[in-house]
């Protein structure tokens, strides 16, 4: 299994600020993914970071807001960008390894994000 | 698109009760099914998962039987633990995109 490590662990930001959440997997992995978990509700898909190229976003996510880079194959960052209350989430970094056996996705612990 | 049901929660048990978590599915394909555990304070841990149907999972105690028929994955465990107390999600994934359902909360009292 992948272990994955996420910086900050949580924080409390002003409105209209950007926070940069890193994330470090201690082995190379396919794919990596961005993940917002709203206070009371599921996770719910933010974008697939790309090594090298632009991260692809799903519906409601766009790179303006959610800037994402990967410049290998071990490590990203998504940075959410002028941030509101409406931002106050958990964010969760998760790897997927399809070079093994299983299709198992592991996921960070999270970063636990207050905006006032 | 895909989706994921779960029953509504939150459940409280007494320990050594019987638990079951229904969860149901939409999809198109053949999509594999997961159980993910978040226990207070951490981050979300895999619990078990199937990969086609009629396969069960097991962990911890725990099983879940991909029920193709029925399109359904419910997670039940024969005796729970006060340990157990957590938030449980169902997920489905296909195409490499996981799909979870809106989670529950078990708490288990001694």
């Known amino acids: 299994s992948a272990v994955i490590s996420q910086k900050p662990s949580r924080d409390i930001c002003q409105r209209g600020t950007s926070l940069t959440i890193q994330c470090q997997v201690d082995s190379q992995v396919t794919m990596m993914f961005w993940y917002r978990q709203q206070p009371g509700q599921s996770l719910t898909l933010i974008a697939t970071?790309?090594?090298?190229?632009?991260?692809?976003?799903e519906s409601g996510f766009v790179i303006d807001k959610f800037p994402i880079s990967r410049p290998n194959l071990t490590f990203s960052t998504l940075t959410v960008s002028n941030m509101s209350p409406e931002d106050s989430s958990i964010y969760l970094c998760?790897?997927?390894?399809?070079?093994?056996?299983?299709?198992?996705?592991?996921f960070g612990p999270g970063t636990r994000l207050t905006v006032l | 698109g895909d989706s994921v049901t779960q029953m509504e929660g939150p459940v409280t048990l007494s320990e050594e009760a019987f638990l079951t978590i229904n969860c149901t599915y939409t999809?198109?394909?053949?999509?594999?099914l997961f159980w993910y555990v978040q226990y207070p304070g951490e981050g979300l841990q895999l619990l078990l998962k199937?990969?086609?149907?009629?396969d069960k999972g097991s962990n911890k105690g725990f099983e879940a039987t991909y029920r193709k028929e029925t399109t359904s994955f419910h997670l039940e465990k024969g005796s729970v633990q006060v340990s157990d107390s957590a938030v449980y999600f169902c997920?489905?994934?296909?195409?490499?995109?996981?799909?979870f359902g809106k989670g529950i909360t078990l708490s288990v009292r001694p």
């Open positions: 997920a489905l994934k296909t195409n490499s995109k996981l799909t």
């Open positions: 999809a198109t394909g053949y999509p594999s």
């Open positions: 970071a790309n090594q090298g190229s632009e991260a692809t976003y």
């Open positions: 998760s790897v997927l390894s399809l070079a093994s056996s299983t299709d198992t996705q592991y």
């Open positions: 199937a990969t086609k149907a009629d």
